[in-house]
Protein backbone atom coordinates (compact mmCIF):
# COMPACT_ATOMS: atom_id res chain seq x y z
CA UNK A 1 0.00 0.00 0.00
CA UNK A 2 1.58 3.13 -0.87
CA UNK A 3 2.68 5.94 2.10
CA UNK A 4 0.25 8.39 0.68
CA UNK A 5 -2.51 6.35 2.14
CA UNK A 6 -1.57 6.08 5.54
CA UNK A 7 -3.61 8.10 8.24
CA UNK A 8 -5.52 9.07 4.84
CA UNK A 9 -7.75 5.87 4.26
CA UNK A 10 -8.56 4.31 7.61
CA UNK A 11 -8.39 0.44 5.91
CA UNK A 12 -4.27 1.17 6.15
CA UNK A 13 -3.36 0.55 9.73
CA UNK A 14 0.57 -0.38 8.95
CA UNK A 15 3.00 -0.40 6.09
CA UNK A 16 6.40 -2.90 5.66
CA UNK A 17 9.49 -2.28 5.19
CA UNK A 18 11.86 -4.91 3.45
CA UNK A 19 15.49 -4.95 3.40
CA UNK A 20 17.86 -6.52 1.64
CA UNK A 21 19.71 -9.13 4.37
CA UNK A 22 23.11 -8.51 2.94
CA UNK A 23 22.86 -4.79 3.96
CA UNK A 24 23.40 -6.26 7.62
CA UNK A 25 23.48 -9.90 7.99
CA UNK A 26 26.06 -12.55 6.38
CA UNK A 27 24.30 -14.67 4.19
CA UNK A 28 26.33 -17.70 5.30
CA UNK A 29 26.68 -17.72 8.72
CA UNK A 30 23.72 -15.46 9.89
CA UNK A 31 25.99 -13.42 12.06
CA UNK A 32 24.65 -9.45 12.12
CA UNK A 33 27.49 -7.56 10.04
CA UNK A 34 29.47 -4.69 11.52
CA UNK A 35 27.52 -2.30 9.68
CA UNK A 36 24.30 -3.77 11.66
CA UNK A 37 24.16 -0.91 13.62
CA UNK A 38 24.16 1.57 11.55
CA UNK A 39 21.34 0.05 8.93
CA UNK A 40 18.93 -0.25 12.41
CA UNK A 41 19.54 3.72 13.15
CA UNK A 42 18.81 4.35 9.36
CA UNK A 43 15.86 2.02 9.89
CA UNK A 44 14.76 3.84 13.11
CA UNK A 45 14.89 7.05 11.87
CA UNK A 46 12.99 6.35 8.63
CA UNK A 47 10.00 5.04 10.82
CA UNK A 48 10.36 7.70 13.42
CA UNK A 49 10.16 10.32 10.51
CA UNK A 50 7.00 8.36 8.34
CA UNK A 51 5.31 8.84 12.07
CA UNK A 52 5.81 12.26 11.96
CA UNK A 53 4.83 13.20 9.10
CA UNK A 54 1.72 10.60 9.26
CA UNK A 55 0.37 12.14 12.55
CA UNK A 56 1.80 15.80 12.72
CA UNK A 57 -1.30 17.52 12.76
CA UNK A 58 -2.48 15.10 15.64
CA UNK A 59 -0.69 17.09 18.42
CA UNK A 60 -2.06 14.55 20.89
CA UNK A 61 -0.24 11.16 19.21
CA UNK A 62 3.43 10.66 20.63
CA UNK A 63 5.47 9.02 18.25
CA UNK A 64 8.75 9.24 20.57
Known amino acids: ?7 I ?3 VSSI ?3 VKRSLYKDEET ?5 RFPQTKEAL ?4 KEVLHS ?3 SDASTDVS
Open 30 to 34: SNKLD
Open 16 to 18: MIE
Open 44 to 47: DALA
Open 54 to 56: CYQ
Open 9 to 11: DER
Open 1 to 7: MPLKYLS
